[in-house]
């Protein structure tokens, strides 16, 4: 099963971009990558999703290389409303599993 | 549109008892996760449903856990009897099928074993 692995913590100012990179080294081609949002005491919810090179929607951006060995969250101008932890998860088709990393813990300051 | 519904919120029980928690997922989604979640950790895969058959149980402690999901819509897992190391949150997803499909979270329940 594919590790899925990702930074513990990362600190942030209100404005600033933030960008988080999850590691995924034994993933097929068309794996998908999803990740998620996660507030105390609530259960996780749909950020982003793709699969290759550049996914875009109104809150994120998800990032893809070629070698599909890392793919990054990117959180453009963020505000202290999303200080959350993010996880990332991979939906492995040929074993049909799912991995989800640690989580990072963002947390935003004024 | 409702979401996933999970009950109870919180549970507290002493160990060596039982506890069951109910799930009852979004109209239309043919597939259900059960998750273990421990404090500052990511969600851990227990069992997935698609429909009333149960495709990966491969991580759930079978000697004590068991979960059921008759007539393919909502679902009960249950701990018996219950060890300290129990204690988490058990979330609930539903999603509308493929394992890349957006999964739905339920609130959780958190359980506390004495």
């Known amino acids: 099963l594919a590790k899925t692995t990702q930074p513990i913590s990362m600190d942030s100012y209100e404005g600033q971009e933030v960008n988080i990179t999850c590691s995924h080294n034994n993933i097929a081609t068309n794996d998908y990558i999803t990740w998620y949002q996660q507030f105390p005491s609530q259960g996780p919810r749909f950020i982003i999703q793709g699969y290759k090179t550049k996914v875009t929607n109104e809150v994120a951006s998800l ?22 932890v993010y996880y990332c998860l991979v939906a492995l088709r040929g074993d049909y599993k799912l991995s ?3 989580g990072t813990t963002v947390t935003v300051r004024a | 549109e409702a979401g996933v519904v999970q009950s109870p919120r919180y549970k507290i029980i002493e160990k060596k008892q039982p506890v069951a928690f109910w ?45 059921e999901r008759l007539k393919g819509v909502d679902s009960t897992l249950k701990i018996q009897p219950a060890e300290l190391g129990d204690s988490a949150v058990y979330l609930c997803a539903s999603s509308l099928g493929r394992l890349e499909e957006t999964q739905y979270f339920g609130p959780g329940t958190r359980l506390l074993v004495l």
């Open chain 1, 100 to 102: 989800f990393g640690a």
């Open chain 2, 23 to 67: 799930c009852n997922p979004i109209s239309g989604h043919n597939t259900l996760y059960w998750y273990r979640q421990n404090l500052g950790q990511g969600p851990e895969l227990l069992i997935r449903y698609e429909n009333e058959e149960a495709v990966d149980d491969s991580q759930l402690p079978k000697d004590r856990f068991s979960a």
């Open chain 1, 63 to 84: 990032f893809i290389p070629a070698d599909r060995k890392s793919s990054t969250l990117s959180l453009p101008r963020v505000s202290l409303s999303d200080t959350a």
